[in-house]
């Protein structure tokens, strides 16, 4: 997987923002605003082809979770990327 180009993640007013250059028929009615631990795990990921199993080491790695609510958290982050379409496989 890998996040589709066009995405960047920019940081306005402290707020970690996704915005679209150039990309139809998203929804940004979900996901726009990422926080701390989300936009560390974009950060990560960027530009790179990556795993689940990615994204649950970096979160260990970064912040004092265990990996089965990292890889819970994750997942549940991925769903939501997937659904708006910032993913693609």
């Known amino acids: 997987m890998r996040i589709k180009?066009?995405?960047?993640l920019r940081t306005i007013c402290r707020e970690n923002i996704v915005i679209s250059h150039g990309v139809d028929n998203i929804n940004?009615?979900?996901v726009i605003s990422l926080n701390q631990?989300?936009?560390y795990l974009w950060r990560k990921i960027f530009k790179k082809e990556f795993t689940i199993d990615d994204m649950v080491?970096?979160?260990c790695d970064?912040?004092?979770?265990?990996?089965?609510t990292a890889r819970q958290d994750c997942?549940?982050?991925l769903n939501q990327w997937i659904e708006v379409g910032f993913i693609e496989e």
């Open 5 to 8: 180009n066009g995405f960047e």
């Open 75 to 77: 997942a549940n982050l």
């Open 62 to 68: 970064e912040y004092e979770v265990d990996e089965v």
């Open 37 to 39: 631990s989300a936009a």
């Open 28 to 30: 940004f009615t979900k």
């Open 57 to 59: 080491i970096a979160l």
